[in-house]
Every structure is written in C-alpha cells, then in structure tokens.
C-alpha cells in the first residue's frame, strides 16, 4: 500500500503485537494484496473525537474585493469558464478549491451590463449579498433581483444565469456542496442556452417565486406539495433584519424569544416542509447585540460564516481574529466557537455583530451524525 503502509510496533505503539519475521512477513502479503488490518489504523479511522483536516482561518473581504476587481479587468466572463468566481482554499485542505471538507465558498463578480452564462448542475446553491444591487439572477427564467442582506437559495438541477444591469459592479458570496458531491462522486452538470431572452434582462422589483411564497404563513394551494428544495428564490434582507430585532426586543421586555442572552438566531427554511432550504446545506442569521459574548458551541460538521455588518472578536478552538463587515471565516467540525460583539467609531446604530452562517448540517442530520455541545461557564 504506497498511500498508508503498515504500521509496526514502535516504542510510540504499545499495543501493537510484538515485531517476529513471521510478523513482518505477514505485513508485507498485507501490503501486496492491497489489506489493512484494522488494528493498525484504528486510532486514526475511529478516532474518539472529530478531527478535521479543515483549519480555522479568515479572509478579510477587503482583500477579495481588490483580487475580485482586478479579475474584472482581466479575465472575461462567457462559455467553459461560466462564472468569474474566486474560491476560498482552506489552508488544511492540500490546495483543494475548498472551504471545508464538504462545502464550496467564493466571492462572485459581474461587471456592468455582463451577463453569466446559462449552465445547471445537481450542486445545491446560493448567493448572499453582503453590499450593492444591481444584478439579478435568473433562475428557470425567472429574474429574481439581488441586494444587500438578502438570501438566494437554489437547489440542484434549476437552469441559472445571472446578469447586471447596473453601472457599477458587484459582488457577493456563493456557496455550494461541490467537496461533497465531487467525493462521492454522484454531480452532473449541463450547459444552457448561450444567451438570455429580452424578458430575463428585465429587472422586476419580486419574482414570480416571491409573488407565489413570499407571504408569511401563507402557501399557494395550487403548488401546494413537499419539495425538497425551497420554492422561494429570495429571503429578503428586511424580513431577516424584523426578525432578529424582534428577538432581541422580547428578550429586553423580559420574554422568551433568544438562543441565549442578546444573542438572537434565524434559520432559513422551506415553506413546503418547514425543513433546511436545502437538502445538503443549512443556512442561518445571527444577532450578536453590542457588548454580549455567544457561550463557545461545539457542532459536528463543518460552517462557514460572513460579518454582515458591526465588528467584534471570534475565537475557534485556539485562533481568535478580529472581524468587521464582509470578512469570511471557517468553523471545522467539532471546534468551539464563541463570538463577542464590540462595536466600533464605524458599525451601525446598534452596534450589534451580525453573521451570515451557512453549514452541512442536514447532510449530518439526514445520517443521525449531527451533535451539539454548548461549553458551561467557567
């Protein structure tokens, strides 16, 4: 075996069985006839705890916004390269294009009046919009505008192009399950039409996804089944931000509403099932509120956050970083995460940190793997 020979017993293995040439030779037939005994490998394929490959790290977005820029300029937008979209590459991961073990995050970047072509892919999908407006993305022909704070969820195998009919350019985060589908090996992807019809440039203020699903409580009864992908193309920013203010306010009257003190919490769920947006990602909002400290928590999985807006100070497992609007950074699973919210001279009103998590919970959930563990104070 060239990737991981056998092991012998070393003053480091105690419980390995004592080195015989009859031993070393029943290795060797192990090696030849491509075996491993479990007792060789059990600590590392059983380990008694998760230990990821992936490491914590953080990207600021200042950063990906000059290297996003300059790709502008640069290298065009069309067929075969599809999108201009830089993936993050965690440092753990051998130069993989990936976030974590399981999930696929990059900033996007469309320039004035271009547009992205027209592809599918069995890869679940979203956009966030961190800062600007102006482009709108085309789902199954239906034009669904992108702006500040709001949510895009698209699941596998919808046709999608995006395009931006604004003067300036703008940029956002996607995120995918392309590490998951690509190790175990069951993605698809198709090419689209090579342009848009005069409708899809059109800039409608609600899709009709969002004329159909976009009322609280309310569901259409002619489309009224489970789908395993949310029907509604866009959560809006001013839906979320009602939602976590209205926490935070039971919280002060002396209600119960909050996941723990000044710490509000939203998920993103399907109105056909009350389920994950998505079958294979989890995507939720956090409200951290100005001067409050989130207990660390520990989940199996792996997440990637952005800092919608405010500035504070995150710590996973033994990094900490301090944070501000737009930065990205990475939770491996099983590594405590705790996060305090500290205003600064530039944050808005509230002072309050606001985050964007996305994460594979519901691949876990679905294999009875998903556990949480908040740490007791001191």
């Known amino acids: 075996m060239t990737d991981s020979p056998v ?30 005994p479990l007792w060789t490998r059990i600590g590392d394929l059983m380990p008694q705890h998760p230990r990821s490959k992936a490491q914590p790290h953080r990207w600021e977005w200042k950063a990906l916004l000059d290297v996003a820029s300059r790709s502008g300029d640069l290298v065009p937008v069309g067929r075969g390269g599809e999108r201009r979209a830089i993936a993050l590459a965690n440092p753990g991961l051998g130069g993989r294009p990936y976030a974590t073990a399981t999930l696929w995050a990059a900033i996007q970047y469309l320039m004035p009046g271009e547009d992205a072509p027209e592809h599918r892919h069995t890869q679940n999908a979203f956009r966030f ?6 482009v ?8 669904v505008p992108m702006r500040r704070g709001d949510f895009l969820p698209q699941a596998g195998m919808n046709w999608h192009a995006h395009h931006n ?3 300036e350019p703008m940029a956002w985060i ?12 069951a993605q698809f992807f198709d090419f689209g039409r090579d342009g848009l019809s005069e409708h899809e440039h059109s800039t409608p203020d609600r899709s009709r996804a969002e004329r159909l699903w976009g009322h609280p409580g309310l569901a259409p009864v002619s489309q009224l089944r489970p789908i395993e992908g949310t029907p509604l193309l866009r959560y809006r920013w001013e839906d979320t931000d009602a939602a976590l203010t209205d926490q935070l306010d039971l919280e002060r ?5 909050t996941v723990e003190p000044g710490h509000a919490l939203v998920r993103y769920t399907n109105p056909t099932t009350a389920a994950d947006v998505l079958p294979t990602i989890r995507a939720q909002f956090h409200r951290v509120r100005r001067g409050a400290e989130t207990a660390p928590r520990r989940e199996t999985g792996s997440s990637v956050y952005q800092v919608f807006d405010g500035s504070g100070r995150v710590r996973v ?7 501000q609007r737009g930065d990205l950074f990475v939770v491996p699973s099983w590594m405590p995460l705790s996060v305090r919210s500290e205003a600064s001279a530039s944050d808005s009103d509230s002072g309050a940190l606001d985050l964007f998590q996305f994460s594979d919970a519901p691949i876990l959930a679905k ?5 949480s563990h908040v740490e007791e104070p001191a």
């Open 165 to 167: 009919a604004a003067d």
């Open 317 to 323: 497992g033994d990094v900490s970083w301090s944070v």
């Open 174 to 185: 996607d995120g995918l399950d392309i590490p998951f589908q690509y190790d175990v090996e």
């Open 7 to 36: 092991r012998l017993t070393a003053e480091d293995r105690p419980d390995q069985p004592p080195v015989t040439p009859e031993l070393e030779d029943l290795y060797r037939g192990f090696e030849k006839a491509l075996l491993v």
């Open 129 to 134: 919009v961190v800062e600007g407006q102006g």
């Open 136 to 143: 709108w993305t085309v789902v199954e022909r239906d034009p």
């Open 367 to 371: 294999l009875n793997l998903f556990r």
């Open 253 to 257: 009257e002396g209600h119960p509403g």
